[in-house]
């Protein structure tokens, strides 16, 4: 297993669109397993596979404290609850950032195992949240644009960038 280097905001592969996975293969098994090693010495509860340059649509989450291995989750499809609530997030991928965002509280999905076998899984809490942060990394998209635009605003000041408003992901 080796450690991936995590990218850091704002490099422009963390905005780009996953490809979905259509080949399990040995090569495959080795990303879930660098990414689990990744994932459990940056001290995170979850990371995707754009965050480490790779585009596939892949992810791991564990809330374990590393007490279990890695849930993983292969082109995953998400369908969100109705109940929703603001939950504080940060990101490895954009360190030293705290927001509070909105995000259901309960989600169902859909998606594949390293071997490509299909499965269906409920989540709640926690475990929702963090799936909704990692599938939005599939998609391009950041936690900090969840934010409000006040506070995204004051974050790209602080950071040195522009203040004009940044074109919406995609």
Do not use: K, W
Request: overall charge negative; some cysteine; glycine content about 8%.
């Amino acid at each position: 297993m080796a450690i991936l280097s995590i990218l850091a905001h704002p490099d422009p592969r963390l905005r780009e669109t996953s490809l979905a996975v259509t080949v399990f293969d040995e090569e495959l098994a080795r990303l879930v397993a660098n990414l689990s090693e990744t994932l459990r010495v940056s001290g995170g509860i979850g990371l995707a596979a754009p965050q480490t340059g790779d585009r596939r649509q892949v992810l791991v989450i564990d809330l374990s404290g590393g007490e279990s291995p890695p849930e993983v989750y292969i082109n995953p499809e998400l369908h969100p609850g109705a109940t929703q609530c603001l939950v504080e997030e940060s990101c490895l991928s954009v360190p030293g950032v705290v927001g509070n965002v909105v995000r259901a509280i309960s989600v169902r999905v859909r998606a594949q195992d390293p071997q490509g076998n299909p499965f269906e899984r409920e989540l709640e809490g926690m475990p929702a949240v963090c799936l909704q942060h990692e599938v939005d990394h599939l998609r391009g998209t950041l936690f900090i644009d969840r934010l409000p635009l006040l506070q995204r605003l004051r974050l790209r000041l602080r950071r040195g960038q522009s203040a004009q408003a940044p074109a919406a992901a995609a």
